[in-house]
């Protein structure tokens, strides 16, 4: 079993900056990918960003050259780094981890953008 929980969210102004992340525990042998999701208030959930075991990264377009993600193998870690933040980047930003073929995903965590 595989727990994900994800942090570091809360309430930032536009233009500014938050750094979240997504911290896997449990019976993991190597994580296949992470990826961050969101899902606003009324809306579907979104893809954001993921990375694989081999680095490779994928953003959505809106939120290329703006955020950032990155891992910490030796934790098990995955973090975004969000920048140029926008009221329309505020969502419930979620999680998920691959491990031997299976997602495991965590309960989120808020990010408001406001002024």
């Known amino acids: 079993q595989v727990h994900v929980v994800e942090s570091g969210g809360g309430l930032v102004q536009p233009g500014g900056s938050l750094t979240l992340s997504c911290a896997a525990s449990g019976t993991i042998d190597s994580i296949a990918s992470s990826g961050w999701y969101r899902q606003a208030q009324g809306k579907q959930r979104e893809f954001v960003a993921d990375?694989?075991?081999?680095?490779?990264?994928n953003y959505e377009d809106s939120v290329k050259g703006r955020f950032t993600i990155s891992r910490d193998t030796a934790k098990n870690t995955v973090y975004l780094q969000m920048s140029s933040l926008n009221p329309e980047d505020t969502a419930l930003y979620f999680c998920?981890?691959?491990?031997?073929?299976?997602?495991?995903w965590g309960q989120g965590t808020q990010v408001t953008v406001s002024a």
């Open positions: 998920d981890v691959v491990v031997n073929y299976k997602a495991y």
């Open positions: 990375i694989t075991s081999r680095g490779r990264v």
